[in-house]
């Protein structure tokens, strides 16, 4: 069983910064990928970041403000978000997406996700 628990949302006036956590544990072999996504209310779940081994990818909504970054040793992965706009507002879930253990058998996790409010 593998867990994913983000952290760190919270309000925040437009033009502030947040940093979002995200922590895999539980039988874990190896991380392939951990990547941010988030919701607002009445849209679809969107992609926001994903960070692999060979690199990261980013919605173009967020090219520039966010940056994705990766704690290997504690299977984390971060989330710096600057210059927030109210367009940012949503629930930004985690998923993690790797191997349980030498048998490759596969896990694909996603947290409860963490509130980001970004207003005046």
């Known amino acids: 069983q593998v867990q994913v628990v983000e952290s760190g949302g919270g309000l925040v006036q437009p033009g502030g910064s947040l940093r979002l956590s995200c922590t895999a544990s539980g039988s874990i072999f190896s991380i392939n990928a951990m990547g941010w996504y988030r919701q607002a209310p009445g849209k679809q779940r969107e992609m926001v970041a994903i960070i692999t081994n060979a690199g990261s990818t980013y919605a173009d909504s967020v090219k520039v403000r966010f940056t994705i970054s990766r704690d290997n040793g504690k299977n984390t992965a971060y989330l710096q978000m600057n210059n927030l706009k109210h367009d940012d507002k949503a629930v930004y879930s985690c998923?993690?997406?790797?191997?349980?253990?030498?048998?490759?058998?596969?896990?694909?996790?996603w947290g409860q996700g963490t509130q980001v409010t970004v207003a005046s």
């Open positions: 998923n993690a997406d790797g191997y349980q253990n030498s048998d490759y058998e596969r896990f694909d996790d």
